[in-house]
């Protein structure tokens, strides 16, 4: 089988002009061909994501439950991804049943989100479930994941966020920086311990992320920078990597490509596209549940029934890059970056992880999608199976 298109790798470099392809292998890449119309990217990978398809990850951790939602990402290009919880009263049976779907090859891995959170910037999170961290209790969850938590949500400033960043290292997962009503200082101070003790232990990925980029934070201000100024700090530095919600709901596309372009001069692989999906992702407008708690989609766009707040995303990778690349607002290699090396890279994921695709190297099994110059999705390859 040969697919045309304009064939970028996972950091978003074109190199050629399509692949032949036998029994789901990369058997070669076409040369460079100016002529050639539409796209060939490597299956986007999403970190931040609750659902989609009419399924929720934190309230439906069942095999089937979790089928169903990674299956109406798949449809759109997503080939690799975590599932993420929310804050719960009692997280173990979530990411006991989530882990089962990691180690059945239907997840990637698990990003916890909360419950160790600002109540004043709950977001969607339950309010009843926050609370500060207990060791003991994060101890607990880790070993229940077995290796498949890779990223945590707390805010900055809770009482024992540094120690339960530690612990997470140790189990070779990371802080995920979010939630929080934290002053710059504050932020700051975690930032820089994080970052020593990665190093100190020689962690293999950046000590940190931060979780959906504005959203769940105070706004940057003049006076008052808090938490944005230093987050987007470190990613350039390269000592974290923040998530954009890109789906022009959560934040300006201007924004978004303000900071990729910002971020990217001196590190590409500080920003990271996620769909913070939650069951609507890929379906239509009408109530549904994140969390145990109510929720309704209205042209799109998902809220809390009780008290009105956004409460996760809609979107799926591809429709992100639609959006972004199609509205003018980054380029399509910046967003192949920011969908597949860069989140890659924030969590460790490699060639040999399944569903994830960063060079076209003869041998290779393809995970794939093919696009064309409307950004429309054509064909989807994962694990060398055309969906």
């Known amino acids: 089988m040969i697919i045309r298109g304009k064939l970028l790798d996972g950091d978003g470099r074109l190199v050629g002009s399509g692949l032949e392809i036998a029994d789901g292998k990369v058997v070669r890449v076409l040369d460079p061909d100016p002529s050639v119309t539409g796209w060939i990217t490597p299956g986007f990978i999403d970190i931040h994501c609750h659902g989609g398809g009419g399924s929720s990850f934190p309230d439906d951790p069942s095999l089937a439950g979790v089928k169903q939602a990674v299956d109406a990402h798949r449809q759109m290009g997503t ?18 049943g989530l882990a089962t779907a990691c180690d059945e ?15 004043h910037k709950a977001g969607a999170q339950n309010p009843e479930a926050i609370r500060e961290p207990d060791l003991d209790e994060l101890r ?44 710059l200082e504050a932020t700051r101070k975690v930032l820089k311990e994080s970052t020593a003790h990665g190093v100190h232990i020689g962690l293999k ?34 000592t974290c990597v923040v998530e954009l919600i890109a789906d022009s709901v959560h934040v300006h596309p201007d924004l978004v490509h303000d900071v990729v372009e910002y971020v990217g001069e001196s590190n590409p692989y500080g920003v990271v596209f996620v769909t913070d999906a939650m069951e609507g992702a890929g379906m239509p407008d009408g109530e549904y549940v994140l969390g145990g708690q109510g929720v309704k989609i209205v042209d799109g766009t998902a809220r809390l029934v009780r008290g009105g707040a956004i409460a996760g995303g809609t979107s799926r990778m591809a429709e992100q890059v639609q959006r972004m690349v199609g509205g003018g607002y980054v380029s399509m290699e910046d967003a192949v970056r ?5 989140p890659a890279r924030a969590v460790g994921f490699s060639e040999d992880t399944p569903g994830v695709t960063l060079t076209w190297r003869p041998g290779a099994t393809v995970n794939a999608v093919v696009m064309n110059d409307a950004l429309d999705v054509e064909q989807v390859i994962r694990e060398g199976n055309v969906l």
């Open 105 to 119: 090859g239907l997840l990637q891995g698990i990003h916890l989100e909360g419950p160790y959170i600002s109540p």
């Open 205 to 238: 990925v950046p000590a940190q992320t931060a979780t959906h980029l504005f959203n769940a934070m105070p706004p940057l201000g003049h006076r008052a920078p808090g938490p944005v100024r230093e987050l987007v700090a470190a990613a350039k530095q390269g």
């Open 338 to 342: 920011c969908c597949v090396g860069a």
């Open 79 to 96: 080939t690799a991804m975590l599932a993420s919880t929310v804050s719960l009263v009692d997280t173990i049976p979530a990411i006991d």
């Open 140 to 183: 607990q969850w880790l070993e229940t994941g077995r290796g498949w938590i890779k990223t945590m949500t707390i805010a900055p400033e809770v009482a024992g966020a540094v120690e339960a960043a530690k612990l997470l290292h140790e189990y070779g997962a990371v802080p995920s920086w979010g939630h929080t009503n934290a002053k």
